[in-house]
């Protein structure tokens, strides 16, 4: 069964730290791939998406994500974090079985940043 | 405001009790989804929708139904409330084509 995995559950960093949050997916054809941030006490909105074309996927907010096929990975980055950035990061991969597509989240991690 | 309305947005129940959270969108999209968000667990698939009057199991579809009786509404119901359901549920749709999900404000549910 299609996976995605988050390795960091939970980071902390000071603002102006560089970002850079992990995530393998499982799937080995073609991939539809997404990073959701969800702040404090909100839902989950779209950061970025990659479905195909250049792998550096770049999103709201100054992040961006870059595909990496033979890694099966689709890290997400940001050179400076801001306090505003705590949030909760999930990683998803659209994937279409039984007879329909749907979202496959990773665990999560939560970012904790500190002024 | 374009988007999704869940309601309650919180709820505490006694288990065994049935429960209903109610989802509507206004974006008329074809495709609903409830979600349950566990912490270290990220979100499940309860159950989908792909258009009016079809639905299907997701991967954690055990104690709740569905119906889609229209476009906009989406409901889930516990028949019968047990203490591992309590969760924040999330309803969202899609355009089916992109693959990005609209997500609700979430319903916080405690079952004791």
């Known amino acids: 069964a299609q996976s995605v995995s988050q390795h960091n559950h939970h980071v902390i960093l000071s603002e102006a730290a560089s970002l850079e949050l992990g995530c393998n997916y499982s799937?080995?054809?073609?991939?539809?791939l997404f990073w959701y941030v969800q702040y404090p006490g909100q839902h989950l909105q779209l950061l970025l998406k990659?479905?195909?074309?250049?792998?550096l996927v770049k999103g709201i907010k100054g992040f961006e994500a870059e595909f990496i096929k033979s890694k099966f990975s689709f890290n997400l980055r940001k050179p400076s974090v801001q306090w505003s950035d705590t949030a909760e990061y999930f990683c998803a991969e659209e994937v279409f079985s039984g007879g329909y597509n749907k979202l496959i989240f990773g665990a999560g991690t939560r970012l904790a940043v500190h002024p | 405001i374009a988007g999704i309305t869940q309601a309650p947005t919180s709820q505490i129940l006694a288990a065994g009790r049935r429960m209903t959270l109610r989802c509507t969108q206004d974006m008329r999209h074809n495709a609903m989804y409830w979600y349950r968000q566990d912490l270290g667990l990220g979100l499940r698939l309860i159950h989908y929708?792909?258009?009016?009057?079809?639905?299907g199991k997701g991967e954690v579809p055990d104690g709740y139904s569905v119906s889609r009786a229209n476009t906009d509404d989406f409901p889930l119901t516990l028949a019968s409330a047990v203490p591992s359901q309590t969760s924040v549920y999330f309803c969202?749709?899609?355009?089916?084509?992109?693959?990005?999900?609209?997500f609700g404000e979430g319903s916080r549910l405690t079952v004791l």
């Open positions: 929708s792909n258009t009016a009057g079809t639905t």
């Open positions: 990659y479905f195909s074309g250049d792998p």
């Open positions: 969202a749709s899609s355009e089916g084509e992109t693959g990005e999900l609209f």
């Open positions: 799937y080995g054809g073609t991939v539809n």
